[in-house]
């Protein structure tokens, strides 16, 4: 039995060892994932403060959509970055995601607006993305999704899309 042990335990650690330096080689920015189509809701619900349909505006260009609450602590956390990309003249669509409109209100009011539009979505644009939770990020080129960022997303996250 222990000469079985002495050549079974060797066999196995080398097999693992094979397995982890072959996942090592392994590019995982090679992998496409493969995201749903934009909703069109989303280009034709009215604004909530310009009360105008984005409608074809963002076509050629590349923006952020960022589903928020006023309820969700880490999309506090995030909101700063949010802010200084504002400054930096990226356009931000804003999906409130089942919140009370005063509370929206109250929270943009206080922490700052940095969307070009703000979209309160009851659930249907959110299940129309496979949103898993707020905050959730959809980075856009020319109305495709190249890459999605579940959780708060903060200033290295986004070096690929500036």
Same mark, same amino acid.
């Given at each position: 039995?222990?000469?079985? =042990? ?5 066999? @196995? %650690? ?7 330096? %072959?996942?090592? $080689?392994?590019?995982? $920015? ?26 074809? $505006? ?25 802010? =200084?990309? =504002? ?31 703000? @979209? ?11 949103? @898993? ?30």
């Amino acid at each position: 039995m222990n000469k079985i =042990k002495i050549i079974i335990i060797p066999i @196995i %650690l080398l097999a693992i060892a094979l397995v982890i330096i %072959l996942n090592l $080689n392994n590019d995982r $920015n090679l992998v496409e994932k493969s995201y749903p189509p934009l909703p069109q809701i989303i280009f034709e619900e009215l604004s909530y403060f310009k009360n105008e349909r984005i409608g074809n $505006n963002l076509n050629d260009k590349k923006y952020m959509i960022n589903f928020f609450a006023s309820w969700c602590a880490p999309c506090l956390a995030e909101h700063p970055t949010f802010m =200084k990309l =504002k400054q930096k003249g990226i356009i931000i669509i804003g999906i409130n995601f089942r919140d009370e409109e005063s509370n929206l209100n109250q929270w943009l009011n206080e922490h700052g607006n940095p969307y070009e539009y703000v @979209i309160r979505d009851d659930g249907d644009i959110a299940f129309k993305l496979g949103l @898993i939770g707020v905050p959730e990020t959809y980075f856009i080129d020319k109305q495709i999704i190249y890459k999605k960022i579940q959780g708060p997303l903060f200033g290295n996250d986004i070096e690929e899309f500036l």
